[in-house]
């Protein structure tokens, strides 16, 4: 840690021309979550970007606060005294700390970036990371920027994160040099060759015809069930994975768009004077009976079911099978459910008109087969046994005995600051992603639960966990664009997680492992080959790979982040108000012995990350399962903790470009710039 002088804060404040006076104190609005905070008396409008700036001009980067508010005047006491109690709290989440845009393209961008993420303003110099986005909602930027004829990748928001980045290297047109023109042609109905997952699913075995996601959203009152009919099968003709057929061993084929009817998708009930309690068994009951008329070797998969209460808002339930929706697919398909609603009440009789659907899942599907067999993907074999090499499950599973029916679930919420911190800032201290945070913390959470454990092999044994990313990888494919196409996309790799800070008890209580710990994993998390693509497509789709991968044994863990749920503002109707993440046939087997979904979605009082551990009571007990629920959030907050109090220098080599230079040299560099110059 550095020492801080609030003093010395204070009196850099105050040379600046607009200030009169000022305080800086640490606040901890949350316990065990200090901030420092400053506080400007102005005599003229200045903004938080200049004083910031004032600040950095003079003081090292520790020295900075983590947040800057203007007063009229200081609150005192009856007495005379600063009234530090009175000083109001920062709200992080409505900051914007850089210049407004300039220019057409700019202007146009950070208005993307607010649509997307639900902010009032953005800055031309915020990064879309620092203000809450993450992966899955990247790819809703560039849907949405690609509808203004704006062309960006997923991979162009990752390296030029802030608005005015982006605005120069956007293009007009789509880039499509060297793309597999075969494909690009390709009819979008006809047959679809297996993708990773669904041989995965197919090799899993029992009944899937249940395998499903659904979504629950409020209607508006008076909707017209003719309206919601209309605009449901416009919806299954525009997205091809609404009409595909799939069979048991993973082949499937999309049907012509005429080939599949609302009539046999849309069930409507009656629910008027139902109270909240009624209404809730009905929308359960409801749900399991569509899961239960999935039907996907008929091409059934998806149902709706609308329980209409006439003149109060009702419910809309969408149950679609896992192979036609992923995350991603849902925020598609919830935005062109609306369109198409509003298209169909104001201009009726009028073709209901979605915006394209780029690449189709036929032709995604079709050049995955092609890349598996590439010479740089078999290249990346050794690494995928390495992970899996010496893989011991504890936690063994019986296909015969280890059902859905047999799991149990423990769910918890994260706090509001804590979550707030790791969609913001927390990131940037550590020079890491938040899904690098979330698996450090993962990691250091089973190592201490395995501690409890004494068949769990060693609390510091390597953690390894299957991982679930969305599987959209555009760079694989030249020319292609997934930004609307809906399917199951999710691709599943094996990860390897190890720092000897992992199993620690006392940990903490120190920094400087935790910080090691970060660097360490983010490293580790950076090693893997071309985003965890290549593992399924050798696992399951190349002949000369699938048998050796086959043969490793599984993890038992699985992690899954499904991003974050950002309601619209200007209105409660069309919004989810319950998202079942997944469902399926009571009796399939289990793929692993401890899941983990987890998921940020928007209260009235800010974001919170919710926690679903699934789990099976025949290996793991209930106290089992809430200590390592409680034990991820635990080191959630004391990552928190250590950035806000510490100063953080989360470098790594994967950070520093076209160099050779190793972790250890790059913490040495850091000791000596912190002794030497106090940076």
């Known amino acids: 840690g550095h020492r801080i002088e609030p003093g010395e804060i204070e009196t850099v404040l105050t040379t600046h021309p607009a200030v009169t006076q000022a305080t800086v104190i640490l606040r901890e609005d949350t316990p065990g979550h200090p901030q420092l905070v400053a506080y400007a008396v102005t005599q003229a409008p200045v903004t938080e970007d200049a004083l910031r700036d004032n600040l950095r001009d003079v003081l090292p ?4 606060p983590a947040a800057l508010l203007t007063l009229d005047a200081l609150p005192l006491t009856p007495h005379g005294k600063l009234d530090r109690d009175a000083l109001p709290a920062p709200d992080y989440s409505s900051r914007v700390a850089s210049r407004a845009p300039e220019g057409a393209r700019e202007v146009q961008l950070a208005r993307l970036f607010a649509e997307t993420l639900r902010l009032d303003a953005v800055g031309a110099d915020d990064g879309f990371f620092h203000l809450g986005g993450d992966s899955i909602m990247s790819i809703q930027l560039i849907a949405k920027a690609r509808a203004l004829g704006l062309h960006l990748t997923v991979r162009d928001v990752f390296e030029h994160q802030t608005v005015a980045e982006l605005a120069k290297i956007t293009s007009d047109t789509p880039v499509v040099e060297n793309a597999d023109q075969a494909a690009h042609t390709m009819p979008r109905s006809g047959p679809v060759p297996p993708t990773p997952m669904a041989l995965w699913l197919a090799e899993l075995g029992g009944p899937t015809s249940e395998y499903s996601q659904s979504l629950t959203v409020r209607t508006p009152p008076g909707l017209d069930a003719d309206t919601l009919a209309e605009a449901l099968q416009a919806l299954l003709r525009h997205h091809d994975s609404f009409r595909l057929r799939a069979d048991i061993g993973g082949e499937m084929e999309v049907l012509p768009p005429e080939a599949v009817s609302v009539t046999d998708c849309l069930v409507t009930v009656d629910a008027t004077g139902l109270d909240d309690g009624a209404l809730e068994r009905l929308l359960v009951e409801e749900g399991t009976a569509a899961r239960a008329r999935l039907a996907p070797a008929r091409g ?6 609308w329980l209409d209460r006439g003149a109060e808002d009702g419910s809309l339930t969408l149950v679609a099978h896992h192979l036609a929706v992923d995350t991603v697919s849902w925020h598609i398909v919830l935005g062109d459910l609306v369109t198409a609603c509003q298209s169909v009440a104001t201009t009726p009789g009028t073709a209901v008109a979605l915006q394209p659907t780029g690449t189709s899942w036929r032709q995604w599907a079709t050049a995955l087969h092609a890349l598996a067999d ?36 423990h769910v918890s919420e994260l706090d509001v600051d804590t979550t707030q911190a790791l969609l913001t800032w927390v990131p940037d201290r550590y020079n890491a992603t938040l899904n690098e945070l979330l698996l450090t913390a993962f990691a250091l959470a089973v190592g201490d639960w ?8 060693g609390p510091g044994a390597p953690v390894v966990l299957d991982l679930e990313s969305h599987g959209r990888h555009e760079h694989a494919v030249a020319g292609v664009d997934l930004t609307r196409t809906t399917g199951w996309f999710t691709a599943v790799y094996p990860l390897r997680l190890q720092h000897q800070a992992v199993g620690r008890a006392d940990l903490g209580n120190d920094g400087a ?3 090691q710990a970060v660097k360490e994993i983010k490293e580790q998390l950076r090693r893997t080959p071309g985003d965890g693509l290549g593992y399924g497509l050798l696992r399951h789709l190349n002949g000369r790979t699938r048998a050796q991968l086959a043969g490793l044994p599984g993890p038992e863990f699985r992690f899954n982040y499904h991003g974050r749920l950002v309601r619209q503002r ?3 109707h069309w919004q989810p108000v319950f998202s079942g993440l997944s469902g399926a046939s009571p009796a399939m087997p289990v793929s692993h012995a401890l899941d983990l979904n987890s998921v940020t979605t928007e209260a009235a009082e800010g974001p919170r990350l919710q926690a679903r551990w699934t789990y099976l009571p025949r290996l793991t007990t209930e106290a089992d399962a809430a200590h390592l629920a409680d034990g991820w959030f635990k080191a959630l907050r004391m990552l928190v903790h250590h950035a806000s109090g510490q100063d953080v220098m989360g470098i790594t080599p994967s950070d520093v470009s076209h160099t050779s230079i190793t972790q250890a040299e790059l913490d040495q560099l850091e000791a000596e710039l912190d002794s030497e110059w106090g940076i």
Not at 450 to 457: E, V, Y
């Open 450 to 457: 395995r501690r409890r454990r004494p068949d769990s092999g």
């Open 61 to 64: 980067d520790y020295m900075i």
């Open 513 to 515: 492992a935790l910080s």
């Open 374 to 409: 590439a010479p740089a993907r078999e290249a990346e074999l050794d690494h995928w046994r390495a992970t899996l090499a010496d893989v011991t499950p504890r936690l063994r599973l019986d296909p015969a005995r280890d059902t859905h029916a047999t799991t149990a679930d």
């Open 570 to 572: 200007e209105s409660a």
């Open 300 to 305: 059934v998969m998806v149902q709706a079911v």
